[in-house]
C-alpha cells in the first residue's frame, strides 16, 4: 500500500498550489479519502475528506472556500486544490483513505507528506 503525497511548495501568500496524492495497493475506489496537516509544534489537523465516490465533501472550517478536494477513482488520485494561502497554512499535508467501518481519527492508511510553505 502506498499514498504519495505531491505538489508541495513554497509559495507567497494569496497563490495557490494543488497537491495531489497516487494510491496504489488498495482497492481506492472503496475509500473515503482525506487531507491532513501538521504544522511545526503543532498537533496532526483536518483540512479535508472526499467520500469514495466524490459525491460528499467536508472542510475544516477554516479551510471551507479556500481549499477543494476531489478524486479521480479512474488515477486513483485525490487532490487538493489551495488558493488564497496564508502563511498559516505552511504545514506538511499528508493524505490518508479510510473505509466505512473505521474512522478518521484512525484511517487505515496514511501517506507520506508533501511540504507547503507559504511567506508572507
Known amino acids: 500500500v502506498q499514498l504519495q503525497a505531491s505538489g508541495g511548495g513554497l509559495v507567497q501568500a494569496g497563490g495557490s498550489l494543488r497537491l495531489s496524492c497516487a494510491a496504489s495497493?488498495?482497492?481506492?475506489?472503496?475509500?473515503?479519502m482525506g487531507w491532513f496537516r501538521r504544522a511545526s509544534g503543532k498537533e496532526r489537523e483536518f483540512v479535508a475528506t472526499?467520500?469514495?465516490?466524490?459525491?460528499?465533501?467536508y472542510y475544516s472550517d477554516s479551510m471551507k472556500g479556500r481549499f477543494t478536494v476531489s478524486r479521480d477513482n479512474a488515477k486513483n488520485t485525490v487532490y487538493l486544490q489551495m488558493n488564497s494561502l496564508k502563511p498559516e497554512d505552511t504545514a506538511l499535508y499528508y493524505c490518508?483513505?479510510?473505509?466505512?467501518?473505521?474512522?478518521?481519527?484512525?484511517?487505515?492508511?496514511w501517506g507520506q507528506g508533501t511540504q507547503v510553505t507559504v511567506s508572507s
Open positions: 490518508a483513505g479510510r473505509r466505512v467501518t473505521s474512522t478518521w481519527s484512525q484511517p487505515d492508511y
Open positions: 472526499v467520500t469514495w465516490s466524490g459525491s460528499s465533501t
Open positions: 495497493g488498495f482497492a481506492f475506489g472503496d475509500y473515503g
